[in-house]
């Protein structure tokens, strides 16, 4: 390649032979885009020359044989309106103005070629802008009137992708010498970063003494993420002499805050100090979100107070800072200084703040800022919709779920992924499942998330035969049902006692190696005790690496349901032993399983060390489930007794307990008292009132059982059906007690009465006793 400098003496510029002068003097070349830009000798060949193809040459610029052109028609491929113009300005003119040694030209002529180029290259019009551009070179300027045209090309090779013609271009402005200059400088480093090429802007900015070719450098680094390298190039800026400027510093230290390199990030900050922008709006907005993003909150919250101008981007910075952290209340007091007064915030803040609203559990706070949101600035967005439609989900708001769909659709994003999976979740959990299943057919594929939100929705409504339907519809399509898909029918199949689908889906997990979900082999085991088949939950419990509190009170529940209270008892000591805190809920399965098995003494010791060992303040089921062991046990007094000193409000299920273990146990002194208590509740449990007037029906206390059944009508509640499963060997069906118009009603019955049969072959005693029904 030739060397820098410009034009040499007299002779031929450097980058051009004389036997390129020779040939152009003769007349008998077509100035090529190889002759014109060749970068060194013919005799040096592809080593000393950029890499250009005939293709590029072709497409990007038109030959042109001069020689047999005449004057006027050189100026064909100008712009036409320019030809006028250029004609007139081929009068003679004083040459003086041009160096020795060039080749005497008539300036107006030259000047009006450069205003061709340029107007071309501006119209994007690359091969006309480069044959003007060779008609320019004809006539051996000086270096320096090639800076205006040589610039706009870079600019218009940059917009169209031309990367060979840039980079001949780029030889070019070596060859004469302009690579130097910063009109220069700037768009080839502009045209080099536009295609990616990192290296060769760097190569650019390395040897550039202007701030500019750093700056696009240094933004460059950042905006593609290799901070590490934008840093880098700072260190190199600095070290030549040059100072960053406001448009520097925000990339250099959001390079800073990305990478977590404090004491780079403080020593920038004191340079903008001694650069007199420590006080600029961008900048100090940079420096609050690198100190936040290094984990100084304190820093970039007395930044923001000392700021005395702010705007949307610094209110933003620092109220989403409180919020990742979870100081939900300074997050919040700064979102309403920002909202009440002039400032602006914008959706991701608003958004965030939604957010944190409804993980507070505020869900219509949530909707009220969300309907304020969505009558002013800055409007609502998709995150918007999907943070609206899962409070609405939350607190049972069908109504307010239609509004947000129908803002959705207003605004075009209902049929956003994460909306339309929002709204499935939202019609499912609010209960309106044919709204929901009738958005999922509507997608033509839907995602696995989307089916997923499905099938929690009939696995809610306790839908078995719906959601193994789409089940297997997902193995179907093609989709490979993850883990949060197997748990959500797991759980449902152990709701239900489904042992039959329960068993196929084990048979799945182990085939698809589903061996690093916890969650997944928890559901498992709880499936098959809640199935009464505890040796299996066993076996699965035994096989599990890594267990927690939930694997444990899942086979503990297990033990409580087959009345296995003593096992139960054994697995929870096991427990404690390998380390595994129990919880709120362990201690409620482990005291009910005690309760189904009336192990008094063993119930009570463990109620005892809650507070004491386990650090667990007892609650209301706990206490709910002291007084159901009391009651199994036949302790009446201390039943009530706990009921009465308890620190918690009685609730009616415990007088309902009481009063049946007095139905059992004849005690009609406590039971009434207990019967008093619970009516003066005013329930609206139909069953509590039947149980009331099933004791008084056994103890023949007939005046107070007209008196409950006078308050039953008097508060409107009627006993409804009991509904119940039965499993025919094709999966469970429901049916209501006492109703035979079913046309399974045969099959059904057939079954209760064979189970009778084998109740009575156990040993157990079929009471015959008629309670009360109205």
């Not at 046309?743 to 008629?770: K, R």
Request: proline share 4%.
């Amino acid at each position: 390649m030739a060397e820098r400098g410009g034009v040499v003496g007299g002779g031929a510029p450097a980058g051009r032979t004389r036997q390129d002068d020779m040939l152009l003097k003769r007349g008998k070349t077509e100035f090529l885009w190889d002759s014109f830009f060749g970068g060194g000798s013919r005799g040096e060949g592809k080593a000393a020359r950029w890499h250009h193809s005939t293709q590029v040459t072709s497409v990007c610029m038109r030959p042109i044989n001069f020689t047999t052109l005449n004057y006027d028609d050189r100026f064909q491929f100008l712009l036409p309106w320019r030809k006028k113009t250029i004609l007139a300005h081929s009068l003679p003119h004083s040459t003086a103005a041009f160096p020795h040694g060039h080749r005497l030209v008539k300036e107006p002529t030259l000047l009006a070629i450069i205003e061709s180029i340029t107007s071309l290259a501006s119209l994007r019009r690359l091969p006309e802008a480069f044959a003007a551009f060779s008609l320019l070179r004809l006539q051996s300027p000086s270096p320096h009137l090639f800076l205006r045209p040589t610039s706009f090309l870079f600019t218009t090779t940059t917009e169209l992708h031309a990367l060979p013609a840039g980079e001949q271009l780029h030889a070019f402005s070596i060859s004469v010498g302009l690579s130097r200059y910063l009109s220069i400088l700037s768009p080839l480093t502009s045209f080099y970063l536009s295609f990616g090429l990192l290296p060769a802007a760097a190569s650019v900015a390395d040897e550039s003494p202007h701030v500019l070719p750093w700056k696009l450098l240094i933004s460059a680094y950042t905006k593609d993420g290799f901070f590490t390298d934008a840093l880098a190039a700072y260190k190199k800026m600095f070290a030549v002499g040059l100072v960053p400027d406001c448009f520097t510093y925000p990339s250099l230290l959001k390079a800073c805050g990305e990478s977590g390199d404090l004491n780079l990030g403080r020593e920038i900050h004191r340079s903008t100090g001694v650069t007199g922008l420590g006080s600029n709006l961008f900048v100090t907005n940079a420096l609050i979100s690198m100190y936040l993003k290094c984990g100084q909150l304190g820093v970039a919250r007395k930044l923001f107070d000392e700021m005395p101008v702010r705007d949307v981007v610094s209110w933003n910075s620092i109220i989403s800072g409180y919020a990742s952290r979870g100081l939900w209340q300074e997050a919040f007091k700064l979102f309403e200084s920002a909202t009440e007064g002039s400032s602006e915030v914008n959706s991701v803040t608003w958004n965030a703040i939604i957010g944190g609203v409804v993980q507070r559990g505020d869900h219509f706070k949530a909707l009220t800022l969300i309907s304020k949101m969505s009558h002013g600035e800055p409007g609502v967005d998709f995150v918007t919709m999907v943070v609206g439609l899962s409070a609405c989900s939350r607190v049972g708001k069908l109504r307010l779920g239609k509004e947000i769909h129908g803002l959705a659709i207003r605004i075009v994003c209902a049929d956003h992924e994460s909306v339309r999976n929002a709204l499935i979740t939202m019609y499912s959990r609010c209960k309106d499942m044919e709204t929901a299943h009738l958005l999922l057919q509507m997608d033509k594929n839907p995602s696995l998330i989307a089916r997923n939100a499905m099938l929690a929705g009939f696995a809610v409504e306790d839908r078995v035969e719906d959601a193994s339907i789409l089940f297997r519809a997902i193995l179907r399509s093609g989709l490979r049902p993850n883990y949060v898909t197997v748990v959500t029918i797991l759980s449902l199949c152990a709701r239900i006692a489904n042992l039959q689908h329960g068993r196929e889906l084990h048979c799945y997990i182990t085939k698809q190696e589903f061996s690093g979900h916890r969650l997944l082999w928890n559901s498992l085991v709880d499936m098959y005790a809640k199935s009464g088949r505890i040796w299996v939950a066993r076996k699965v419990f035994d096989g599990m690496t890594d267990r927690d509190e939930v694997s444990y009170t899942s086979l503990i529940a297990g033990y409580g349901m087959q009345g296995e209270g003593m096992g139960a008892v054994i697995l929870f000591d096991e427990m404690i032993g390998c380390g595994v805190k129990p919880d709120h809920v362990s201690m409620v399965t482990v005291l009910s399983a005690c309760s189904h098995s009336r192990l008094v003494s063993e119930g009570e010791e463990l109620f005892n060390k809650m507070e004491t060992v386990f650090g667990i303040k007892p609650q209301m089921e706990h206490f709910s489930c002291m007084v159901d062991l009391y009651a199994r046990a036949g302790c009446l007094e201390k039943a009530e007794e706990v009921i009465c000193k308890t620190s918690c409000r009685p609730t009616p299920a415990m007088w309902a307990a009481l009063i049946g273990a007095c139905q059992v146990y004849g005690n009609t002194e406590i039971g009434e008292r207990a019967a008093k208590r619970l009516l003066e509740m005013r329930t609206d449990n139909a069953g509590h009132y039947v149980l009331i007037a099933n004791m008084y029906a056994a103890a023949n206390c007939w005046e107070e059982l007209a008196r409950v059944r006078k308050m039953m009508r008097d508060v409107g509640v009627r006993k409804a059906p009991g509904c119940a499963w039965a499993d025919l060997g094709n999966g469970f069906k429901p049916f209501l007690v006492g109703d035979r118009s079913s046309p399974l009603s045969p099959d059904i019955y057939g079954v209760l009465e064979g189970l009778t049969e084998q109740m009575s072959d156990a040993g157990y005693t079929i009471s015959e006793e008629l309670g009360y029904e109205e």
